[in-house]
């Protein structure tokens, strides 16, 4: 977001990386350029990443629900999206996590696009992934 008045311009940014040192370091970076031009750079909030883990049990675990659920490889993608996995896994104390969900297109914007076949899909997978989950004792 930029805004200005006759007093100045302030630009709002969210920074999110997968990596925390990496965000940590744009926010220098940041910090630095804006020390350059004279100008302050605050850091307001602090969006945590999650580290994507290829090798995961709980992925592995969820390829083969996949496979045997709809028939097809899932499709398995690192994004830079703020995903909520990574607050969840902040505040739980794990980084063994899974995020998943239907093909959207131009997310939080006028022409967001949900693929309506890709949510009965997901539904599905959702299902049979959490009615597959043994009770721990």
Request: proline letters at 7%; hydrophobic letters at 40%.
């Amino acid at each position: 977001v930029i805004s200005s008045n006759d007093a100045g311009c302030e630009i709002q940014l969210m920074g999110r990386s997968a990596v925390p040192a990496e965000q940590e370091a744009m926010a220098v970076q940041l910090e630095k350029i804006a020390a350059s031009y004279a100008a302050t750079c605050q850091t307001v909030h602090d969006y945590p990443g999650w580290t994507p883990r290829p090798d995961a049990p709980l992925l592995r675990w969820a390829q083969a629900i996949h496979r045997e659920v709809l028939g097809s490889e899932a499709k398995v993608l690192s994004i830079h999206a703020g995903l909520e996995t990574g607050i969840l896994g902040q505040r739980l104390a794990c980084q063994d996590l899974l995020s998943y969900g239907p093909t959207v297109e131009n997310a939080h914007s006028p022409t967001e696009q949900v693929h309506i076949p890709a949510v009965a899909r997901a539904y599905t997978f959702l299902c049979r992934l959490v009615s597959s989950v043994e009770p721990q004792g």
